[in-house]
């Protein structure tokens, strides 16, 4: 008799392997990892492997793919969509790149849309707090890139598709993101890992991080660099 429970969580863990597997790492700073910490982003992109997702990190991963494919789906069928997943890269005044794909641009619409799917739990707390920081900083760097005063982060349930859009200026964000990509860069061309800071507080949760297995990383000291220690 078949497990089907233990035969799907295989099949994603087999499926999430071979994506890895065929990832070739462009060694450049992702506008996603923006909200990590410096340290976290340091250690990506010296391809220090960190924890393995879990099964259900990989469901919940793969339903907001689902959800956020459906809805640029419509927006297709609507006639509204300007182009999709398209890869833009910024360049901060210090010459230090920022890549990503860009979710969405609309027709006749003056910003690049980024889509995040959220459980119909945490729908209430968007009044209270807008869009989380990270996503902001992404958003911002889609703008920065394409030369676009604002940015709209859209966010749809999971559960209903009910939308909810916030829309931020971009020269708000330039400065943090410009700070952001200098501390990672430049810990690196130091050699220096550096404290763990992350930076929004609820980001310190084990369940947020990558890198848990290495704990003497994330005490209150920096870490120098040396080749083939990770």
Request: charged share 30%.
């Amino acid at each position: 008799m078949f497990d089907l429970k233990e035969k799907l969580n295989e099949h994603l863990l087999k499926l999430n392997k071979e994506k890895e597997e065929q990832h070739t790492r462009s060694g450049l700073l992702s506008a996603s990892r923006l909200g990590k910490s410096t340290l976290e982003n340091c250690l990506s992109l010296l391809d220090v492997k960190g924890m393995e997702l879990t099964p259900y990190s990989l469901g919940v991963f793969a339903r907001g793919n689902q959800v956020e494919d459906w809805l640029i789906e419509q927006f297709t069928n609507m006639g509204i969509v300007e182009r999709t997943q398209e890869e833009v890269k910024y360049i901060t005044p210090d010459g230090y790149p920022i890549i990503g794909f860009e979710d969405v641009k609309l027709k006749d619409d003056k910003m690049p849309t980024e889509i995040k799917s959220i459980k119909n739990s945490q729908f209430k707390y968007l009044d209270l707090e807008g869009a989380r920081t990270s996503y902001r900083l992404q958003g911002a760097v889609y703008a920065l890139a394409g030369g676009y005063d604002t940015f709209r982060i859209l966010y749809v349930s999971a559960e209903d598709f009910r939308l909810k859009e916030f829309i931020y200026r971009t020269a708000d964000y330039k400065d943090l993101v410009d700070e952001r990509a200098r501390l990672v860069y430049q810990a690196l061309e130091s050699g220096v890992l550096p404290q763990f800071k992350p930076l929004d507080e609820f980001m310190s949760k084990e369940q947020y991080t990558e890198y848990t297995a290495y704990p003497e990383w994330f005490g209150e000291y920096e870490v120098t660099i040396v080749e083939g220690s990770y």
